[in-house]
């Protein structure tokens, strides 16, 4: 990595700097969350190229529709991801992007990833990883299916045929999990 | 909310902060986050959770579409791509709105200046009626000094050409001793007008007009009747007549007499 410097700004400063459009804000925007949103767009397209594309979409769609975002319904990074997710999951769902990947196989898509990218993951947050291998697998299944793979609870009930019932509460302790990994 | 432990523990706001849910169920959980700190700090707590994942997964892009990406932020038009996911339809509905109150604009201001315009026409209508009318007006005076002209022209030829006429001089009788006139007679012409410019006779009533009468060999010929209050200018041509050796003016009945009452006889002259 040749830049060293990253630029970073508290929530409430970048939220502002975007507001008024300033260079700076689209820079710590890019610096702050880039790689934590890359993360999920590709997980869900599988696809380098098509990634990229879909980074600077869901930029361009934050950049421009910042005045939208509501500070009292979440956090800016929730309705960011949200974005980014969405972007993703409608381009898999368009025509020439099923002509361009036949689908894998769940499993071998999230190892495949995870093999590929252990080198490029931030350091610093290498022992949080560690931590997230605290996750039951079947927790992990369904959070990775929904949150980086943008299932909706729905589909992943059907696609590990399980109660939505169940699919909620996995989910949900999955999440209490990581809660008590991050607290 | 009664239970509110059920509700926290439900998955619902899990699946809020994961953005899987419809319209209607983001609108409940946004109120509850409004209304009770417990559901906010959960799903705060929740996001947070959520975030360190995002971020323990994270992947570096490429170098090289840092830039490319600040490049398209600092270019992109403003107002490119409004929340079309959070409020689709606000936004063409008050498209619609805004059209519609253009279009009822549109038809006020057209209705204002077609009446403007129907007042404008109706004026110049009125305009050209008066011009019309100033028109004729003029035109009456034109004939009218046209034929005033040609009456002084025969008038002049009359005066220039005293071979062709004789100017006999009418003197008044014993009943009206002031009364003078006097009467152009072409014999060749067979033609008889009184100079009004030189008609000097007591005034005449309603009733009553002047009647000229020739005498020709010795009986009374009628050539017509006047008014002393005559316009006093050019001359006023009367019946032809053959061979007059006098004329005589007497006052009668108005329209004139078949035989002149000789008690009336105004005034006399001989060729």
Known sequence: MSRTIKLSLSEPELIQALRSRDSKGAEALYDMYSAALYGVIYRVVQHEEIAE???????????????SYDHSKGRLFTWMVNIARNLSIDKTRSKDFR???KTEDIENIVLSVDKGFTTSINPET?????????LNPDQKVI??????????HVEAAEELDIPLGTVKTRLRNAIITLRKVFN | MKDLKTYLESGILELYVLGDL???????VEQSIAQYPEVKAEVEAIENALQA????NAIEPSESVRSKILNSLETSPVEEARVTHL?????????????FAASVALLLVSVILLINLNNRLRESHTQLAVLQAENQQFSNRVNYMDKELEDNKKFLEI??????YKLVNLKGSPKAPAARMTVAFSPQKEEVMIDLSSLNMPSNDDQHQYQLWALVDGKPVDLGVFDSTDDHSGMKRMKSVKGAQAFAVTLEPKGGSVNPTMEQMMAIGNI
């Open chain 2, 87 to 99: 409020r689709p339809v606000e936004s063409s509905s008050s498209f619609y709105k805004y059209a």
């Open chain 2, 159 to 164: 005066y220039q050409q005293p071979g062709q």
């Open chain 1, 99 to 101: 002509n361009h990947s």
């Open chain 1, 53 to 67: 594309d879909l980074l600077q979409e869901a930029f361009v769609k934050i950049w421009n529709s910042i005045s």
């Open chain 1, 126 to 134: 290498l022992g949080l990883k560690e931590l997230v291998e605290k």
């Open chain 2, 53 to 56: 994942y995002a971020i323990s």
């Open chain 1, 143 to 152: 959070l990775d299916l929904v949150y980086f793979r943008g299932f909706t």
């Open chain 2, 22 to 28: 419809s319209r209607e169920e983001i609108r409940e």
